[in-house]
Every structure is written in structure tokens, then in C-alpha cells.
Nanobody
Framework: QVQLVESGGGLVQAGGSLRLSCAAS????????MGWFRQAPGTEREFVATISWSGGNTNYPDSVKGRFTISRDNAKNTVYLQMNSLKPEDTAVYVC????????????????????WGQGTQVTVSS
């Protein structure tokens, strides 16, 4: 069983930056694809970023491409989401997720693919 704990959320002005962290325990972190998703009140969960085992492959939706960067440190069992040029529409609860896979290059954008989820961290961007 994998446990995921997010941190780093908070209140920031539009145009600002935040760095989210997700610490994993209880599994072989280096064999998990990691993803970030977000959900605002009254909306469906939205894919934000994903990264392969090795960190060599990443994927983003157009809404955050060029502003957000996902990275991982397998030695620290941690995945990060650097968010720059934040907009009010980025306001949401951000949740990290893990998916066990045999492929070192694979990434997943569909939330249904993920096996484990954290509790989330709130990000609020003021205008």
C-alpha cells in the first residue's frame, strides 16, 4: 500500500509561483508513474501533469503547458509540481496519484489509471 502526502499549497497572487510536493511511502516509488490532478468546486477532476519512472517523459494539458513543471526525486520518494505564472483559474485542490507499471517510459493522463491517491492540498490564486 502506498501513502501519498501533498504539501506546499497556499494563497498566492496571480502571476506568482508555488511548488507542490508529494511524498510517497510504503511502495517502490521508482516503479510508479506519478501524476498531479486538480479539482475545483463543482467541477470534475482535471489532469495537470504526469511523469514516468525515470523522469524522462512528462505530459501536460494545454491549460498548464509552459507554466507548470513536474519533476521527481526517486532518492527522496518525492514528486514536485512547480507552478509559475499562476492564474485565478488554477485555484483548486491539487492531488497527487501513483500508478504501478512495468514500463519506465510510460505516463498516464487518465485518472482512472491510477492506483493510489493523496488527500490533496489547496491552491488559491487571487486576482
Amino acid at each position: 500500500q502506498v501513502q501519498l502526502v501533498e504539501s506546499g499549497g497556499g494563497l498566492v497572487q496571480a502571476g506568482g509561483s508555488l511548488r507542490l510536493s508529494c511524498a510517497a511511502s510504503g511502495g517502490t516509488f521508482s516503479r510508479y508513474v506519478m501524476g498531479w490532478f486538480r479539482q475545483a468546486p463543482g467541477t470534475e477532476r482535471e489532469f495537470v501533469a504526469t511523469i514516468s519512472w525515470s523522469g524522462g517523459n512528462t505530459n501536460y494539458p494545454d491549460s498548464v503547458k509552459g507554466r507548470f513543471t513536474i519533476s521527481r526525486d526517486n532518492a527522496k520518494n518525492t514528486v514536485y509540481l512547480q507552478m509559475n505564472s499562476l492564474k485565478p483559474e488554477d485555484t483548486a485542490v491539487y492531488v497527487c496519484a501513483a500508478k504501478s507499471t512495468y514500463s519506465s517510459a510510460r505516463t498516464y493522463t487518465n485518472d482512472l489509471a491510477y492506483d493510489y491517491w493523496g488527500q490533496g492540498t489547496q491552491v488559491t490564486v487571487s486576482s
